[in-house]
């Protein structure tokens, strides 16, 4: 209880120090235009050439886009901005000012920054899963939408344990900063169901980043294609992850001597 | 001539120590770079077998040389970002530069040019990877091959000079992270990053000759796998050395009215 109620007051802060800079907002609405705009020529080359692409036809691959754009948007919210502040913090061994809190630390250091203008691609992910959906007269079940929303919530579980666990990295290998760039370009590949890759490529897409659980898998759920065992699998996964990472954090702040106290 | 030799021969042996000792920040940078090109060779080689192994004149085997080849373009064309000119710009650390007698701008040049040959020496069995895996269908002539060499560092050399003159608008104004978004994007659509341009819409294609773009990504990458007539091959060269002048020649009228504008923040 104690611990919720130390994330909402940070992520009260971080809602209050967005709105110093507001025309950030419209800068981030541009570059969300923009990224769109690009991600939609992109589908249309595809299809024009051909009319479907691994299975998936064009409406499908719409809202394998807008779970996309969306999930990215979480990820630049809440989860990179926060690792990235850690990375930073190890390099310059200032993480003494979070350790030497009486909290747990996994958690200070993972909602210690909130990026609010990020949730424009959010939105703009949202109204993109939503265009997806009326053209696919797509009729919504109660179960197609909380397998949607579980396998949402347990896709950005795993980024998060993901980045945690790269970032910890940065304990030892101490220059990591062009992770950020490795992840991102890494997540590009969830532009398009897991599916079309090679075998080696799929997989490692679904078990060492896990792009696929966190993109493929909701767009699944929503054109019903989730069967309850990648779900389950999934899930096992996601528990799984958590205590590796949170593991490897652990061990990782042992190997850890600061430099600013 | 011979201070400016040695000025870059220093510059770039500074950079090569400097940059060999983080392989793996390289490793990281770079294998996240391999991911995009990876994933449009997979997504076109899907497309290409679904249309019953060519698409836009593109084999599967063909996508496979573009792509790994552009792997190594794309290296070739990182350079000084205009983003690093606004943190430049508004830290004042510009003004340390300023005092030297020589241009900043080389600086940049030969920093990045140092970095390069630690680059392709990493990228080399990056690539050699890529290759066992998608089995590319290359098979340069030797004057395609030496049009390449030169071809990719004319190119580093036009995007560092458009960039740096992207940059110099941060001395007007500090908000201007919308106006690189734009010029990446028309960058990614009109290069032939995305894809090769032959597979874009014939206006488009018509349209990427009036801009850099395509001669510091799309051009040396078809000079390499044999798109290219013997006429285009110097045609391409001969665009770049265009842009090369005429950046040059604006960079320097600009950076006079720019110069003026600064005033430095701390030294």
Redesign the interface.
């Known amino acids: 209880m104690h611990g919720l109620r130390l994330a909402f007051n940070y992520l009260r802060i971080g809602i209050l120090n967005e709105f110093q800079y507001r ?1 950030n907002l ?2 981030q609405i ?2 969300t235009f ?1 990224a769109l ?2 991600g939609l ?2 589908l249309n ?2 299809f024009s ?2 009319s ?3 299975g998936w036809d064009r409406t499908e691959l719409l809202a394998v886009m807008g779970v996309f754009i969306l999930m990215g948007g979480i990820i630049r919210a809440a989860i990179q901005p926060n690792m990235q502040r850690l990375m930073e913090e190890i390099q310059e061994g200032m993480l003494d000012y979070a350790l030497t809190k009486p909290a747990d630390a996994q958690l200070l250091i993972s909602v210690r920054e909130f990026r609010l203008w990020q949730l424009v691609d959010v939105v703009t992910g949202l109204i993109v899963l939503g265009v997806a959906l009326a053209q696919l007269n797509w009729s919504i079940g109660v179960w197609a939408v909380l397998g949607f929303f579980s396998a949402l919530v347990m896709g950005a579980v795993l980024i998060y344990c993901f980045w945690l666990m790269i970032t910890s990295t940065a304990f030892w ?1 101490i ?5 950020a ?6 997540y ?2 969830g ?2 169901p897991v599916g ?3 075998n ?2 799929r997989f490692a897409l679904t078990f060492l980043i896990p792009v696929a659980f966190a993109v493929t898998v909701p767009a699944e759920a929503l054109t019903g294609r989730l069967n309850f065992q990648t779900w389950l699998g999934a899930l096992a996964l996601t528990v799984a992850l958590f205590i590796a990472s949170r593991a490897l954090l652990k061990f990782g702040l042992r190997s850890y001597s600061g430099a600013s106290a | 001539m011979k201070r400016y030799f040695d000025y870059y021969r220093s510059a770039m042996k500074l950079s090569v120590l400097e940059q060999w000792q ?1 392989p ?3 490793y ?2 770079m ?6 090109p ?2 449009y060779l ?3 080689s ?2 290409a077998n ?2 019953g192994g060519m ?2 004149g593109y084999t599967p085997g063909a996508f496979a040389a573009y792509y790994i080849v552009w792997t190594l373009v794309r290296n070739m064309n990182i350079t000084f970002t205009p983003y690093g000119w606004e943190h430049r710009i508004r830290n004042g650390r510009l003004s340390t530069s300023l005092m030297r007698p020589i241009h900043p701008l080389n600086w940049d040049i030969a920093y990045f040019m140092g970095w390069k040959v630690v680059v392709i020496f990493l990228w080399l069995p990056l690539a050699f990877g890529l290759s066992l ?1 998608f089995k590319p269908e290359l098979n340069p002539t030797l004057l395609e091959g030496v049009v390449f060499f030169f071809a990719i560092w004319l190119a580093f050399l036009v995007r560092t000079l458009m960039l740096f003159l992207l940059g110099m608008v941060t001395f007007w104004t500090t ?1 201007v ?2 106006l690189f ?2 010029f990446f ?1 028309a960058e ?2 009109l290069s032939g990053r ?2 090769p341009l032959a ?2 819409p014939v206006w488009v294609q018509e349209l990427a000759w009036f801009f850099p773009f395509r001669w510091t990504f799309g051009f040396p990458i078809e000079a390499l796998i044999g798109q290219m007539s013997t006429g285009d091959l110097f045609i391409g060269l001969g665009m770049q050395l265009v842009w090369i002048l005429f950046g040059v020649l604006v960079v320097n009228i600009v950076w006079k009215f720019a110069v003026r504008r600064f005033s430095a923040v701390g030294g």
Do not use: C, H, K
């Open positions: 025309a419209y800068i541009l570059q923009i705009g690009t020529i992109g080359l595809v050439q051909t479907q692409l691994g290998f220059r990591v900063d062009e992770i760039n490795l992840f991102e370009g890494l590009a590949a532009r398009w079309i890759y090679p080696w490529l | 983080y793996v920040a390289n990281f940078y294998v996240g770079m391999i991911a995009e990876v994933i997979v997504v076109w899907a497309v679904q249309q698409v836009g895996v908000r992270s919308a978004e734009l994007a990614l659509i995305l894809v597979l874009m």
